[in-house]
């Protein structure tokens, strides 16, 4: 067998692979919208206990901050090219236009996301208080440019 | 103020709370339908490389089998008593009825797939996937009796 079919056998294999690496735009959409679901579910009741509608409990809120933090890091993975349509979704088609500021905010929401984590472990409510807001802000600086009201 | 006022107080005060940590069966059966959807995205390619559908890959099939463990932990609060209903799920309604084999099978999920993450880390593909079908017939056993077809 020569080189060049050698070469050809590959580059089909490869591609066979590649297309079964990407999955469909309404399966990243639908992964999207989970792992946000299971964000809100840890960040709503962090909410609850940082406003006094639930009594402050250092251990649930360390889980909670933990598993939020952990969720963020998927999102890496979340906004494939080509995923701004396919499914209903909030995710405006500007991320992709403007994916390095997108990801710089991701950054963002992932290290203050790890922070939360980390001051939770310590157990200092006022600190930690503190530091939800300061998440809650790369929250919103995402929300306010890259996502439909 | 005489203790019976104060107990009184704090009954009404637990109550409040307690109302207040109740979510939704809906936003439960979304969470749970989340923490699913967010498994089988990482199940999807650990079996495609099992079966050769996608070169394997020790570190990715690493990543993928931690985040399968991280996911299945978080079903311990998704099966609340009343979340058999408020929006379309497969969840059987038996599952309540006979929830301490449902605890049980949970229990396997997440041990098998800690074993994975685990035997993931050591890079031995022959082992891996071994634990890999391992795991799958936790999945299955709970899906034979548990789940809507």
Known sequence: MSRAPLALVLLV???AVASADAPK???VIQYRQSIYHVMLWNWAPMLDMAKGKRPFDAAEFKQHAERLATMTRMLDDAYPEGSDKGAQTDALPIIW???K???AKLA???RETQNLATTAAGGDEAKIKEQLAKTGGTCKACHD???AD
């Open 101 to 103: 500021d997108f990801d």
């Open 97 to 99: 236009e403007n994916k």
């Open 25 to 27: 735009p309404e399966k």
């Open 108 to 110: 963002d929401l992932q």
């Open 145 to 147: 440019k890259y996502r």
């Open 13 to 15: 294999f490869v591609a």
